[in-house]
């Protein structure tokens, strides 16, 4: 065989959902550029065209019919010559929707493939909007034939419920695998994405090109990190993580079948990406819901630093506005770091001092609360006379309002309704409170490619070494109603990523009635979270998409049937168990 090359375009792009013609522009714009390079094939992510997850929007047939009229002419745009694409789209076929990948070439939808293996679990649903497609063979682009299973394809070995879509592609004589993904980011998941991959790999013997596409939309981040590997399961090219990219890779064919040589953008893992995560996500629901800014509240402490430095850093100082709201029960130190903060940051700064309506509310409700000893009510009082603030300034300035709350607290509902709770969305939403703490650590050494944010200290080093308060009463600290945070955490983390048993829990060394009461402190929360701001996933379950407990709930793992401890307040707006509704 005499050796042949065969170059294909790669577009790893960030659609927004529904905008029909910003993403066809892109997709014209990737196809430009394709051409110059000498390609003939352009590549783009699954569904595409919609913008993923599309969700419902998919099942209006005005909708779908966009999306076909947007596929239409773009393929009449390859009457010129220039290379093919590939490109993702809703298609609907003999009365049924399907997920599907077009072929567009010669001025004409060339071929379509489906779908096959449709994913029903963690945020995705698919069967509920999409039909299972036929198992289909390559593409013929140019003389050479292409696979393309899409994205759960390729995830899913053959079973009752499944096909092997990858095998059926090699025994029909597929040379390239080329997978579009709408591939969410979560902590870890690059080396599950590459370990699948491989497996692909090694049972078809063709090399594979990994395509996703990046992005925020909603709670979902995606991260791209598109790669491609060789027959020889060796990484051939891998594509920048959390940045658009579009990149043509010259293939080389041989007796040994088909080759590629690129270049490998370095890794992004562990913290570096959930923070790299926490910023796309922000910047991407900001700027695709048409939002002039954001503001939140500064009080000195290390959340709202850590969601500031966040802001900053994903739309610039410029779009970003600190508001510290103090009390008589707010410290100096709280006053001077988030001046401080502020400073560095370079973001405007306003003080506004709440007295005036806290004592007014109190006073307002001094005959309905008359003979009542004071209690969370009153403090809780403080945190909502922040929230109507914040809000009345996004109201009348249109910048929206971030939110605060790490997971920590919305696991077990450490926050007040309607108060710190306010706002439209929160980048921390997914990130335990010891996260917290390193990410904030972690910034003021280092900043994420494209962050437009000052590099250096921007982090108060005192709002990361104090103990974390809310400041709603004389000498409060957070662990006066909760568990250290080193230990909160642990349990938390096997009670919500991993699902243990409490005995489980129990067993690994955690105290029983600790671990009881988190339990049901976090069974208890479940109506706050429902409230909740949407915010980033970076976890493998996150409150929301992933994490779906009804709130009417009466079940309690008492951990092999011992007896439950006593439970006690906890500040900030929580009450435990019978007590959760009266906030």
Known sequence: MTETTFKITLGQLNPTVGDIVGNAAKARA??????????????????????????????????????????????????????????????????????????????????????????????????????????????????????????????????????????????????????????????????????????????????????????????????????????????????????????????????????????????IDGDKADYAACVLGLRDYVRKNGFPGVLLGVSGGIDSALCAAIAVDALGAEQVRGVMLPFRFTAQVSLDDAARLATALGIRYDVLPIAQAVNGFEEILSGVFAGAPRDITEENLQSRARGTLLMAMSNKLGAMVVTTGNKSEMSVGYATLYGDM???????????????????????????????????????????????????????????????????????????EREEPLAAIVAEGFDHDVVVRVDRLLNAAEYKRRQAAPGVKVTRRNFGRDRRYPITNRFRDSGESLPAPDETLVSRGSRSSAEAFQE
Not at 101 to 111: I, K, N, P, T
Not at 429 to 451: F, H
Not at 470 to 484: K, T, V
């Open 422 to 496: 306010n706002g439209g969305f929160n980048p921390i939403k997914d990130i335990y409170k010891t996260e917290v703490l390193r990410m904030a650590s972690l910034r003021n050494a280092w900043k994420p490619d494209g962050a437009l944010g000052p590099s250096g200290e921007v982090i108060p080093p005192g709002a990361i070494s104090r103990p974390p308060t809310a400041e709603l009463r004389e000498g409060q600290l957070d662990q006066d109603s909760l568990p250290p945070y080193d230990l909160l955490d642990a349990i938390l983390e096997r009670l919500v």
């Open 30 to 267: 990737a196809r430009a550029q394709a051409k110059a390079d000498g390609a003939a094939l352009v590549a783009l992510p699954e569904l595409f065209i919609a913008g993923y997850p599309p969700e419902d929007l998919v099942l209006r047939p005005a909708f779908q019919a966009a999306c076909r009229e947007a596929i239409e002419a773009l393929a009449r745009e390859t009457s010129d010559g220039g290379p093919a694409m590939l490109i993702g789209t809703p298609w609907v076929d003999d009365g049924k929707l399907y997920n599907a990948y077009a072929l567009l070439d010669e001025g004409r939808v060339a071929a379509l493939r489906f779908k096959v293996n449709l994913p029903n679990y963690g945020v995705f649903d698919e069967k509920r909007v999409f039909a299972r497609g036929p198992v289909g063979g390559p593409l013929k682009i140019r003389g050479v034939r292409i696979g393309v299973p899409i994205c759960e394809d390729t995830w899913v070995e053959e079973s009752a419920e499944y096909e092997n879509v990858v095998e059926c592609l090699a025994e029909t004589g597929a040379e390239i695998l080329v997978v579009p993904n709408g591939s969410p980011y979560a902590k870890g998941k690059s080396d599950i994405r590459l370990s699948i991959s491989v497996a692909r790999v090694t049972e078809s013997d063709l090399p594979l090109v990994y395509l996703n596409q990046v992005g925020g939309q909603d709670e979902l981040v995606f991260d791209g990190a598109s790669f491609v590997l060789n027959a020889d399961r060796s990484l051939a090219a891998q594509l920048p993580f959390f940045e658009e990219s579009v990149f043509t890779l010259q293939w080389t064919r041989s007796a040994e079948g088909w080759r590629c040589a690129g270049p490998v953008a370095p890794q």
